[in-house]
């Protein structure tokens, strides 16, 4: 399946020249519970409808962005490339990111 994704630097570009790199997650709390690192670690949400996502534009120009796609279509809302976080920073829910996974 192929689809159009616009990369923020690029602009449109087929979904081939991107890498998927998941689901946006927030980081757990400097000391987390067991279940709070379990969660961060191994659970999605898998949504049905619109999410949000890290992609990589690996055959373009590098860049790390997040997209909102809807996952029943297809259809990419919005990619933004994220303000960057800082350690310690409180962030409140709606804004909040976590750094893009490592390849
Ligand atoms: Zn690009």
Known sequence: MSF??????????DVNEFRYQGEVTRRPPARPTLRELTDYVYFRDNVAGVQREWWYHR???????VAERDTRTNTVLRTEIPAPSRPGASADAE????????L
């Open 95 to 102: 804004t909040a990111v976590a750094e893009p996974p490592a």
């Open 59 to 65: 055959a373009g120009c590098g860049t790390w962005f």
């Open 4 to 13: 159009l994704l616009e990369c923020p630097h690029c602009g449109e570009r």
